[in-house]
């Protein structure tokens, strides 16, 4: 008689952001099936926007998401301007690219120390670490506290930031705030090191070691950073961004609100901090490049656990690169916050990296209203990859105590980072 | 010692913004010697959405049919229960396109695909379940959530903002962006309590806290100021839909201006 299995599941991962599960059914030559049940509802982003005023969707795409709502905005903006062909003044992209930042410091904080961390030190609840681990949570509270901060200067608020408009921004603070903001990055720094070197301690499990597809956007000015017009991937293909249909083929899958891409329609992939480093850490410069140099084996391609390492040295750069972006800017002030914009038709296609990877956003404009909206989120794109190394993991460990299964393979999922709100905001086809 | 509160926050469909401004806070630890959490997902694995709370925050629109189910289980489960933020208590942005139906708008994000859940038109949460108190904002600000839980812990009841976003921005003495740059800001209907964040940065207000109470949200006078600078109904109407789209009084309030003019 054949065995009967009861599928392994857990309903609602924990720490991430979002509402999503794993169903793991094993057979008797081991496990049959991996699925990540995204259960999140839709939300039809681009159907509703699709028809609206230009400034009014773009005020709507930042609520896709929280975790990473000025990348939502910011790249959401870009698009518009690509597509009514209007491009800001370079002192103004550097602001908005430390605005950017300001979100990948809270971001990866957040992931690292609330959302990761706890599985290593074998807590449920990042709260409850405050006994033992008073220095990390506080460390964890002050990066967050300086990204927001930046959001909340830069943005008029860290979550939804609508002080990002067409043209620039609605107002920039006064020198002496970002004079400050300098101060703070630099303060910091010590910070994002010793958060680099906590992480550099912590497992990175051999289970789901193995080859990786990696994408990434190629950083304009050959500087790492966030926005770029093409997109590389680690095989050595490099395509242009208007071309992302081509090459990161979606399909819908039926356990998910979300949808699933391939490279070449065919290879799941990877996209985030790890994806960053592997495809052009050639282009790290300051304390992370040394850093880089000195730790590339635990930096490596081939493991998804990589991810969380990759975002620690992302802290230490980023708030280098912030200090330097700031510097650029001050250099031109006073600085006008915004110029006039001459809505035309047009459509236009930004690519940037969000904390969790590449973000695409493509947008047409008609008569100053919204006539095609395409979004596809860091998450969706590596939901595919996810599972595979799900699986890998339940490959490894099926016939262990099924708690024991159901942590390692939220470790996995968590390793990722995955905004699940994000990935169902959801896409045309 | 008296008994922890216990708290829950659960997350409906939304942008999880809601929970990120509650766990943002420093104060949080203030709270911690005080307060038990029960259930929060977004932070802690030992989450349970079974069990009795003295607090239950809600984020989200009713999106799924399964929200439903949790929704009543929620309700029976708690003293009190909280809606959080536009998406709970407004619905959201999601509900823009509220009068399209669910099978359009399926149609033109999935296509022909199909997956196994159920999804449905977003909904605020109480059109479901008897909803306690609301926290407005997308998202909420910090400040909403400390004077709220601090009422709750001394056994008393925070009270609800009855007035507009307009009273705040004049006392900032900011500009009027409505009357001087002649942008459509939503500030004379919005509810306050942001402290007039986004006019204070030159950005005409989009309505996150939606619409004042209590049948004082004079979208009919909003209209025709609008009307007067050359926006069309339909323009009226979904720029004040962003956050407003189940509001009962709105269509009504907008058509009364738009048949004023015919007579």
């Keep these: 008689m054949k065995n009967l299995y009861l599928p392994i599941t857990v309903d609602h991962i924990a720490r991430v952001e979002g509402k999503g599960g794993v169903e793991i059914i094993v057979g008797d030559d081991g496990v049959k099936e991996v699925k990540l049940n995204i259960i999140e509802g839709p939300r039809f982003f681009e159907a509703i926007t699709v028809g609206k005023k230009l400034d009014e969707a773009l005020a709507v795409y930042p609520r896709i998401c929280s975790f990473c709502s000025a990348a939502h905005k910011l790249t959401a903006v870009e698009a518009a301007e690509k597509a009514i062909g209007f491009e800001v003044r370079e002192e103004i992209q550097a602001l908005r690219e430390v605005l950017y930042i300001g979100d990948m410091i809270e971001s990866h904080a957040l992931h690292l120390y609330l959302l990761v961390l706890p599985d290593y030190m074998g807590y449920s609840n990042p709260l409850k670490m405050l006994d033992k681990y008073k220095k990390e949570i506080n460390i964890a509270l002050d990066l967050k506290n300086l990204g927001s901060w930046m959001m909340d200067e830069l943005g008029a608020r860290a979550i939804h930031q609508e002080n990002v408009v067409m043209g620039g921004f609605g107002k920039l603070p006064d020198k002496t705030t970002l004079e400050k903001m300098k101060k703070r990055l630099q303060e910091a720094l010590p910070l994002a090191e010793y958060t680099f070197e906590l992480f550099s301690k912590l497992e990175q499990y051999e289970e789901v070691e193995g080859p990786i597809i990696h994408m990434a956007v190629r950083p304009r000015g050959d500087v790492y950073g966030i926005y770029g017009d093409a997109i590389s991937v680690s095989d050595g293909f490099e395509f242009p961004s208007e071309d992302y249909k081509k090459h990161m083929v979606e399909r819908v899958v039926e356990h998910s609100f979300a949808k699933h891409s391939f490279y070449n329609g065919e290879k799941p992939f990877m996209t985030g901090a790890i994806s960053r480093v592997v495809n052009h850490a050639d282009k790290l410069y300051g304390r992370a490049k040394e850093l880089y140099e000195s730790h590339k084996d635990l930096l490596r391609p081939t493991n998804p656990f990589a991810n969380n390492l990759a975002q620690a040295l992302e802290l230490v750069y980023f708030m280098e690169r912030g200090i330097d972006l700031i510097d650029e800017a001050l250099a031109k002030w006073p600085i006008r916050p915004r110029d006039e914009v001459a809505v035309k038709d047009g459509f236009g296609v930004s690519t940037t990296e969000a904390p969790r990877g590449i973000l695409v956003y493509a947008l047409e404009v008609k008569d100053g209203r919204i006539a095609y909206a395409d979004i596809i989120t860091p998450t969706a794109f590596n939901l595919a990859m996810m599972e595979v190394h799900v699986r890998m993991m339940a490959e490894k460990h099926y016939n262990d105590d099924p708690e024991r299964l159901k942590y390692l393979t939220e470790m996995v999922v968590r390793a990722y980072d995955p905004c699940i709100s994000c990935s169902v905001h959801v896409v045309r086809l | ?263």
């Design chain 2, 1 to 263: 010692m008296e008994r922890k509160v216990r708290i829950g926050f659960y997350a409906l469909t939304s942008c999880y913004g809601c929970q990120l401004q509650f766990a943002m806070m420093d104060e949080i630890l203030q709270l911690l010697p005080n307060a038990e959490i029960v259930c929060w997902y977004m932070l802690d694995r030992d989450s349970s959405e079974d069990e009795p709370v003295d607090i239950a925050f809600i984020e989200g629109s009713v999106s799924t049919e399964e929200e439903i189910e949790l929704l009543k289980k929620i309700r029976e489960n708690a003293k009190i229960v909280v809606a959080v933020g536009s998406c709970a208590v407004q619905g959201g942005v999601q509900s823009w396109e509220k009068d399209k139906s669910l099978e359009e708008l399926w149609k033109i994000v999935y296509g022909d695909g199909k997956v196994k859940f159920e999804p449905k038109k977003a909904k605020p949460v109480e059109e479901y379940i008897k909803v306690d108190y609301k926290l407005y904002g997308c998202p909420p600000e910090k400040k909403d959530f400390i004077y709220a839980i601090g009422t709750f812990l001394v056994g008393s009841w925070p009270e609800d903002v009855d007035y507009p976003v307009c009273l705040e921005c004049r006392l900032k003495g900011n500009p009027c962006i409505l009357i001087e740059k002649g942008e459509p800001c939503l500030g004379p209907i919005t509810r306050a309590g942001c402290d007039a964040r986004c006019p204070s940065y030159g950005i005409a207000c989009i309505g996150c806290r939606g619409a004042i109470g209590y049948d004082v949200a004079w979208f009919d006078s909003l209209a025709r100021t609008f009307k007067e600078k050359g926006l069309t109904k339909e323009e009226i109407l979904e720029r004040m839909k962003i956050f407003n789209a189940h509001n009962p009084k709105l269509e009504e309030m907008v058509d009364k201006v738009f048949q004023e003019v015919k007579e």
